[in-house]
């Protein structure tokens, strides 16, 4: 081929699970990987600097063309543990929310939660580097990824997102899945998915190439019960739910 796929991923603990087996593959020499955080990446996507990209859902209406070209997803069945609503004062009394300006789908999710499930009207403020100190009194913030693994035991009320949407709809919810702007051939994303499949079937592998000062949280838990990686049919309703919320 005349040049590499150009694929986006998270940089965050959850995707190092799709990754590991994909950075040990093959595939590698058919691939550039590009990691950031997921408002990036989304950005990167839509803007049409790489090909396909783990991504924030929410971006989904925004692409001109949107292929879902894999059977894996950063998801959750239960408490997802890393996108939450965190506050000193329970949520009757929160009055405004900064937004993670690391996120796109889980922004939205919350604006959604605290409208529909909450029954809540907050002010809400766009999120800026250092914003996690300023939540405080009436102010809460949404936190995602690491940082929310670390920020759980700094904060009084912790109000988990996907947690949230279930018992609201009655289905999962899809933060993130593969996407392509462009169709990609079949052969690709079937070496693909057996490549993220890998670290999904080698848990121990993924957590002993993680520093100790990255687990913050008990990470074979996350990996095994808070983050659900099959992009499946269940999963596919709740995504088509929350786009059609936005």
Same mark, same amino acid.
């Given at each position: 081929?005349?040049?590499?796929?150009?694929?986006?991923?998270?940089?965050?603990?959850?995707?190092?699970?799709?990754?590991?087996?994909?950075?040990? @593959?093959?595939?590698?020499?058919?691939?550039?990987?590009?990691?950031?955080?997921?408002?990036?990446?989304?950005?990167?996507?839509?803007?049409?600097?790489?090909?396909?990209?783990?991504?924030?859902?929410?971006?989904?209406?925004?692409?001109?063309?949107?292929?879902?070209?894999?059977? $894996?997803?950063?998801?959750?069945?239960?408490?997802?543990? @890393?996108?939450?609503?965190?506050?000193?004062?329970?949520?009757?009394?929160?009055?405004?929310?900064?937004? %993670? =300006?690391?996120?796109?789908?889980?922004?939205?999710?919350?604006?959604?939660?605290?409208?529909?499930?909450?029954?809540?009207?907050?002010?809400?403020?766009?999120?800026?580097?250092?914003?996690?100190?300023?939540?405080?009194?009436?102010?809460?913030?949404?936190?995602?990824?690491?940082?929310?693994?670390?920020?759980?035991?700094?904060?009084?009320?912790?109000?988990?997102?996907?947690?949230?949407?279930?018992?609201?709809?009655?289905?999962?919810?899809?933060?993130?899945?593969?996407?392509?702007?462009?169709?990609?051939?079949?052969?690709?994303?079937?070496?693909?998915?057996?490549?993220?499949?890998?670290?999904?079937?080698?848990?121990?592998?993924?957590?002993?190439?993680?520093?100790?000062?990255?687990?913050?949280? %008990?990470?074979?838990?996350? $990996?095994?019960?808070?983050?659900? =990686?099959?992009?499946?049919?269940?999963?596919?309703?709740?995504?088509?739910?929350?786009?059609?919320?936005?």
């Amino acid at each position: 081929m005349e040049r590499k796929w150009r694929i986006g991923a998270v940089s965050y603990l959850n995707t190092r699970p799709l990754l590991l087996g994909l950075e040990q @593959s093959a595939l590698m020499e058919e691939i550039e990987l590009i990691k950031a955080y997921p408002a990036k990446i989304a950005q990167d996507l839509i803007d049409g600097t790489i090909d396909m990209g783990l991504v924030p859902v929410a971006i989904t209406p925004l692409l001109k063309e949107a292929h879902f070209v894999s059977n $894996y997803c950063i998801g959750a069945i239960g408490e997802v543990a @890393s996108v939450c609503i965190f506050s000193q004062v329970p949520m009757d009394q929160i009055e405004k929310v900064y937004l %993670d =300006y690391q996120s796109r789908t889980s922004v939205q999710l919350a604006r959604i939660l605290l409208s529909q499930y909450w029954k809540k009207e907050v002010v809400f403020i766009k999120a800026e580097e250092g914003y996690i100190q300023q939540i405080n009194g009436n102010t809460a913030g949404v936190i995602i990824g690491d940082r929310a693994l670390a920020a759980r035991t700094h904060f009084k009320y912790v109000y988990d997102l996907a947690s949230a949407w279930i018992a609201h709809t009655g289905f999962p919810f899809v933060f993130a899945t593969w996407i392509a702007n462009k169709p990609i051939p079949a052969s690709f994303m079937e070496a693909f998915d057996k490549a993220n499949a890998y670290g999904l079937e080698h848990i121990a592998e993924v957590i002993a190439g993680i520093s100790s000062e990255e687990q913050v949280y %008990d990470l074979y838990t996350y $990996y095994t019960q808070n983050i659900s =990686y099959d992009f499946n049919a269940e999963k596919r309703k709740g995504l088509d739910l929350f786009l059609s919320f936005l």
